[in-house]
């Protein structure tokens, strides 16, 4: 082994001798954040519009769902069989 190569196990790599860079986002106000916008690629525009309109969508057919049906279980029924407790519900089963 040389000697050399034992001695730059001590040595700083080059990584730890640079500055720290500084964050991106770090103290950007909302107008600042907004013009990081324009740096988006143009091929991924369509794929953020087809993203969002299916989150709507879903959001949408979900709240619809949740307020136009009236078989869904809200909130629990039967409470007095509940407090029983899992004797009696194995029994029924």
Do not use: W
Request: charged residues 25%.
């Amino acid at each position: 082994m040389y000697a050399t190569r034992a001695l730059q196990m001590f040595r700083p790599t080059a990584r730890l001798m640079r500055p720290v860079p500084k964050e991106e986002q770090s103290a950007h106000t909302v107008s600042q954040r907004l013009r990081r916008l324009r740096k988006i690629p143009p091929e991924l525009i369509p794929l953020g519009v087809v993203v969002g309109f299916a989150v709507c969508a879903a959001g949408y057919s979900s709240m619809r769902h949740f307020l136009v049906d009236k078989t869904i279980r809200l909130k629990r029924q039967n409470r007095a069989a509940d407090s029983h407790g899992d004797s009696h519900a194995a029994g029924e089963h």
